[in-house]
């Protein structure tokens, strides 16, 4: 009988092995592709780690300089590549970055440093090894290294502007302390007379003036000025003014006469000091007499405020009688003088107090003296503490745009009224919480 294998059987055998070899094939490319793609996730977490580290070392200063320097290190020593450089700067690494050529046509490669609204702060500029083409890799690395500078970079930039602006304001503060002290500190005891001037700037330091000297003959002198602008410029000005009126008043001079050499002073003082011409206007009180003598030069109008026999009141406004201070060179001005009776009051402004809208409308001199006159207190601070209260009102809550400051005079009644006093005056210097506004009264 014949034996042997059964052909049923021996295609079943070559059928298993034809499926083990297929699945030994597919482990096998299973197996390759796994490690190729464990192999790109190492080079993943080894870029993702070169990068947190490149962003470590350029986010490790807030100094430009030192910021820049770090990525072009970077780039010649861990990237390895020739030279680098920035685009419009002196700073620069390696090797010199070569011009491109037809035959270098991978001379260097630029990357922009854009900041965070997309304009451009610089160009990184890399130049690899032999003029070769740079990997898929170093591109990489130099696009995330780029983007890492630029945000190191603005923020280096944004730090600096952050130092200088807290010294520039360290400094303001310090020139409105120095302007403050500048001020009058105490009002001259008068008796019989109520004396009060507040002024508040518009920024730290502003370009209004007001001072009181008492003279030796016993009279009061004072004055109100306003320096064209407003700022830092506006108060330097305004201190030169300073220092040329009391250098002046204590000469005892005539008033008009002292108002035409301040004007021939502040035009030789030059350009730049004809451009901040001052508007001024000066008093000298007489309180034995009861008698003002005021110059306007170019200034708001003065108010005074008379009453009558029958108990009425009359209201003067002292026009300028010149030019601004510093405009026109041989200028002259003159005086007038006005009695100041028992229950007359005086107002010098700058034009801060007019000059106040409420939408389109002003507040004006009109308002202004409107407001003046029909204060019921008889006593200095009051008045103006009502004139601040009015204007604010009127404003409504609306930015201050103009330096404002006042002087006011009162000769108070013989018999006391509501509002008023004859307590011997005192002196008060207050700074109100706002930092920029200075009340003195007596």
């Known amino acids: 009988m014949a034996t042997g294998t059964p052909p049923a059987t021996t295609e079943n055998s070559e059928s298993v092995s034809a499926q083990i070899a297929a699945a030994s094939e597919l482990l096998l490319a299973a197996t390759q592709t796994a490690a190729m793609q464990t192999m790109d996730l190492q080079q993943q977490v080894a870029r993702l780690q070169a990068l947190l580290e490149v962003s470590r070392q ?17 780039v010649v020593r861990e990237l390895e590549m020739a030279g680098a450089a920035f685009a419009n700067s002196d700073l620069s690494y390696g090797e010199p970055i070569p011009e491109a050529s037809a035959g270098t046509p991978h001379a260097f490669y630029t990357y922009p440093l854009n900041d965070r609204e997309g304009k451009s702060m610089t160009e990184l500029i890399v130049a690899p090894p032999d003029g070769r083409a740079i990997t898929l890799y170093e591109a990489d690395f130099l696009e995330g290294l ?5 945000v190191a970079l603005e923020n280096a930039r944004n730090h600096e502007r952050n130092l200088q602006w807290a010294r520039v304001q360290q400094d303001l503060d310090a020139a409105r302390q120095i302007q ?16 009060a001037v507040r002024s508040q700037t518009c920024y730290e330091v502003g370009g209004d003036y007001v001072d009181i000297i008492q003279l030796p003959d016993g009279g009061i002198l004072m004055a109100v000025a ?10 330097i000005m305004a201190t030169s003014f300073r220092a040329a009126f009391r250098a002046m008043a204590v000469t005892g001079i005539p008033l008009d006469l002292l108002a035409t050499r301040m004007n021939q002073h502040h035009w030789l003082e030059g350009e730049e000091a004809r451009r901040r011409y001052v508007t001024a206007i000066f008093l000298c009180l007489d309180p034995v007499a009861g008698k003002v003598e005021i110059v306007n030069a170019g200034h708001n109008p003065g108010f005074v405020i008379i009453p009558d026999a029958a108990g009425a009141f009359t209201e003067h406004q002292v026009d300028a009688a010149g030019t601004p201070l510093g405009l026109l060179p041989g200028m002259t001005y003159r005086s007038e003088v006005h009695s100041m009776p028992r229950g007359s009051r005086l107002l010098f402004y700058t034009d801060g107090l007019t000059e106040v809208f409420s939408g389109d409308e002003e507040f004006g001199q009109d308002r202004l003296l409107s407001e003046f006159s029909r204060t019921p207190t008889g006593k200095a601070d009051g008045i103006l503490e009502a004139l601040w209260v009015a204007i604010h009102g009127f404003a409504g809550g609306g930015p201050q745009e103009d330096d404002m400051t006042a002087l006011v005079l009162c000769h108070l009644p013989a018999s006391p009224s509501p509002g008023s006093t004859q307590n011997e005056p005192s002196s008060e210097v207050v700074f109100d919480s706002d930092c920029t506004s200075v009340r003195v009264s007596a």
């Not at 780029?146 to 630029?150: D, F, G, P, T």
């Not at 009058?184 to 019989?192: A, H, L």
């Open 58 to 74: 350029v986010h490790s200063t807030t100094n430009e300089q030192e910021v820049l320097e770090t990525v072009l290190r970077i």
């Open 146 to 150: 780029a983007l890492q500078a630029a």
């Open 180 to 195: 403050r002290s500048l001020l009058p500190q105490r009002m001259p005891s008068i008796e019989g007379y109520s004396i």
């Open 226 to 235: 306003d320096v064209a602008g407003k700022g830092l410029a506006s108060a």
